[in-house]
């Protein structure tokens, strides 16, 4: 059984850092693309990135640049999403998903149910 399991949000500073984790259970990370949204407050989601499951690199909105990286543990089952110099804007509920395939860029079929960031002034 497909499943995605995000944690490690919470409350942090402008300027702080956060780590979240997406467990993933039902396919390896190995071979398998996946796929950060978050979704702020009153607001259409936005793409963050995604890390292929071939290259494991990974590709970012502009709006992230330089600030989040995306990577991920195969050995762990574990994806991560390092959040870096963080502003308010930033404060949303942060999701991973994936479409069970190699290369990012698919329909999205399984979601987490999302971890929320906030982050104060």
């Known amino acids: 059984q497909v499943r995605l399991v995000e944690s490690g949000g919470g409350v942090v500073q402008s300027g702080g850092s956060l780590r979240l984790s997406c467990d993933v259970a039902g396919f390896t990370l190995d071979s398998t693309a996946i796929t950060w949204f978050r979704q702020p407050p009153g607001k259409q989601r936005e793409l963050i990135g995604c890390i292929g499951g071939s290259d494991h690199k990974g590709s970012y909105a502009d709006s992230v640049k330089g600030r989040f990286i995306i990577s991920t543990d195969s050995g762990k089952n574990t994806a991560f999403l390092q959040l870096n110099d963080l502003k308010p804007e930033d404060t949303a509920l942060y999701r991973c998903?994936?479409?069970?395939?190699?290369?990012?860029?698919?329909?999205?079929?399984?979601w987490g149910q999302g971890t929320q960031v906030t982050v104060s002034s």
């Open positions: 998903a994936t479409d069970l395939k190699q290369d990012c860029g698919g329909m999205l079929v399984f």
